[in-house]
């Protein structure tokens, strides 16, 4: 259709940025697969973003199949030169437009951001002037739609029984969960956890709603490479930033602080979530 481009990015920089982009790519070989086109479209999309406007180049004749495959990715394509300009004009102009009517009907429109923390019950002298950790995250997992990312090194089956009813509850409303830890094998607390998590799962037959991986590395000489240290929950286009593992110690003894963002400024995040996703190592946690 025409202007699907246009509707997709609602930006007229970033749809000349893609016409840059396919004519630098294609200037090096003039037949790329799929994912020659999607890893470079990454870097100012989401993987899924990235895909659809792939998808969207191949209806609308820019991209020429020359060879199909199972997925896309391992297509074969080549660049329509003869019909490039003219597509991108069109776009261009179409999503201009749309810039303008959002920026028009929607300048009230801001992103809300809030804080949150978690202050243990022995001080009683500093005053709660922020909402609790724990019943944000709850709602948080509630309230999503789509889908939920838990990015955290460390839980303790005091955080897996916390968010456990309203993680089973979004699953059961089709929405997907993956989770991002650390060091699964030598995290005792973090394994058992995600095998009581899974275990609920598979009770309630939800299992394919979940999915764990472990972002952790260590060289030949035993000595950690790399390894995941933030805490995040992205509930759709929510997410909670913050300092607080899904612990016990976290949620009862601990002061952490964090803050809570819903909308688009959370995308960039989600695109950095999705990369580091793609380098976790997958774990079988059933």
């Not at 930006?11 to 000349?16: E, G, I, L, M």
């Not at 030598?186 to 609920?200: D, M, V």
């Not at 709603?209 to 030949?220: M, N």
């Amino acid at each position: 259709m025409k202007y699907d481009l246009a509707i997709l990015l609602k930006s007229k920089t970033q749809v000349s940025e893609i016409k840059t982009l396919l004519l630098l790519v294609f200037s090096e070989n003039h037949i790329l697969k799929g994912w020659e086109i999607i890893n470079p479209l990454r870097e100012f999309s989401t993987a899924s973003e990235s895909e659809s406007i792939l998808y969207t180049l191949k209806e609308n004749g820019v991209l020429i199949n020359i060879k199909s495959a199972p997925s896309i990715h391992d297509y074969q394509f080549q660049l329509n030169l003869d019909d490039i300009d003219n597509f991108f004009t069109d776009e261009e102009l179409a999503a201009e437009v749309i810039e303008r009517y959002i920026d028009r009907t929607c300048k009230s429109e801001k992103d809300r951001v809030s804080f949150v923390s978690t202050i243990p019950n022995e001080m009683h002298a500093i005053t709660k002037k922020t909402h609790q950790i724990e019943p944000a995250l709850i709602r948080l997992i509630s309230k999503a739609k789509n889908s939920i990312w838990i990015i955290n090194p460390f839980f303790d089956k005091f955080g897996a029984n916390m968010i456990l009813d309203a993680l089973i509850g979004a699953a059961k409303h089709g929405v997907q969960i993956k989770m991002i830890g650390r060091d699964f094998e030598g995290n005792l607390p973090l394994k058992e956890s995600l095998h009581f998590i899974a275990s609920e799962f598979m009770k309630r037959e939800l299992i394919d709603y979940l999915e764990y991986r472990d972002f952790f590395s260590r060289g030949e000489d035993g000595k950690q490479k790399y390894a995941l240290h933030t805490k995040m929950l992205i509930s759709d286009q929510s997410a909670y930033v913050g300092s607080a593992n899904l612990t016990e110690h976290s949620m009862r003894n601990n002061f952490e602080l964090g803050v809570i963002i819903e909308g688009k400024s959370i995308l960039p995040v989600i695109s950095l979530v999705e990369e580091m996703w793609e380098y976790a190592r997958r774990v079988k946690i059933t």
